[in-house]
């Protein structure tokens, strides 16, 4: 059964960093993309950026410049950096691998 498994979240001041973690298991061999989404009080599920197994990346034109993504094997970073308020929401973590996976999500919540 696969899983991705997603840590990291919390709660930081404006201008702060964090770092999500996104873990897959029960997958065997690489898997093609992997990404992230965020969800916000009351609003509908963005994309925010994703890396592919040769290593291309895209990201969101809201986080470009902040927010690198990464990859190790099938465990996947999102490095956040001037978080401002607006970030806040539920991280999700996306792999596709024939289909699409989700994770259950992590909270992050940028406030002062």
């Known amino acids: 059964q696969v899983q991705l498994v997603e840590s990291g979240g919390g709660l930081v001041h404006p201008v702060g960093s964090l770092r999500l973690s996104c873990a897959a298991s029960g997958i065997i061999g690489s898997i093609n993309v992997m990404g992230w989404y965020r969800q916000a009080p009351g609003k509908v599920r963005e994309y925010v950026a994703h890396?592919?197994?040769?290593?291309s990346t895209n990201y969101a034109d809201s986080v470009k410049g902040r927010f690198t993504i990464s990859r190790d094997k099938n465990t996947v970073y999102l490095q956040m950096n001037s978080l401002k308020p607006e970030d806040t929401a539920v991280y999700y973590c996306s792999a596709v691998h024939g289909i699409r996976y989700w994770g259950k999500g992590t909270l992050v919540t940028v406030s002062s």
């Open positions: 890396i592919i197994s040769g290593g």
